[in-house]
């Protein structure tokens, strides 16, 4: 646990954010896959939240993500029931993003 906290500390003095820095990777060079948007729930501070269900090598994952400024434009998209591209980390497939 300490090993994590002064991890943390060195990377916000040198002004980076690693767990951002990673999804920015995801989000470029994860594999594709679909998947399918379960539900969305807007909690009290206006933020929308979908959760989601994608397969990858016939095991199924189930996840959840806070929408970004520019997908609460496209809402629509993010419906229960729509079909939606999903990136994964091939190495942690449990791990992704919808874009």
Known sequence: MRHNWLARLYY????????AEYYEWLVQFGRVTEGRVLDSLED??????IYYRYNVANVDYE??????????????????????????DPKSPGISIVP
């Open 44 to 49: 009290d501070s206006g933020s929308t939240a």
């Open 63 to 88: 996840t959840s993500q806070k929408l970004t400024a520019d997908q609460l434009r496209r809402s629509h998209e993010f419906v229960p029931g729509a079909s939606i591209t999903v990136r994964y």
């Open 12 to 19: 916000k003095l040198r002004g980076r954010d690693p767990l």
